[in-house]
């Protein structure tokens, strides 16, 4: 399985973005798939997850402003960010999970300042 994000960028607080991941490959295997953002010294930490069946599961830090969603048609996830933070900029990583393997994309950074 291989992941694309795209939608990263430069946003003002109280700004959206939407971030979108392309997977390929042996998508029929995926099961969840998620976003996780991470920081220069602290640990990769978990922003959203979405299952097969559409379950979600969200970050106490990005209930009511985050939202994640997937087209399995287009094998892509999404994650619609409202009313942003600066406490929000990180890399933006897609992750997806299969019954074996847990899959990477390479990052996406999103920066939220005045």
């Known amino acids: 399985v291989q992941l694309v994000e795209s939608g990263g960028g430069l946003v003002q607080p109280g700004g959206s973005l939407r971030l979108s991941c392309l997977a390929s490959g042996s998508t029929i295997s995926i099961r969840t798939m998620g976003w996780y953002r991470q920081v220069p010294g602290k640990q990769r930490e978990l922003v959203a997850t979405?299952?097969?069946?559409?379950?979600?599961n969200y970050a106490d830090s990005v209930k009511g402003r985050f939202t994640i969603s997937r087209d399995n048609a287009k094998n892509t996830v999404y994650l619609q960010m409202n009313s942003l933070k600066p406490e929000d900029t990180a890399v933006y990583y897609c992750?997806?999970?299969?019954?074996?393997?847990?899959?990477w994309g390479q990052g996406t950074q999103v920066t939220v300042s005045s």
């Open positions: 979405i299952t097969s069946s559409d379950n979600t």
């Open positions: 992750t997806a999970r299969t019954w074996v393997s847990t899959y």
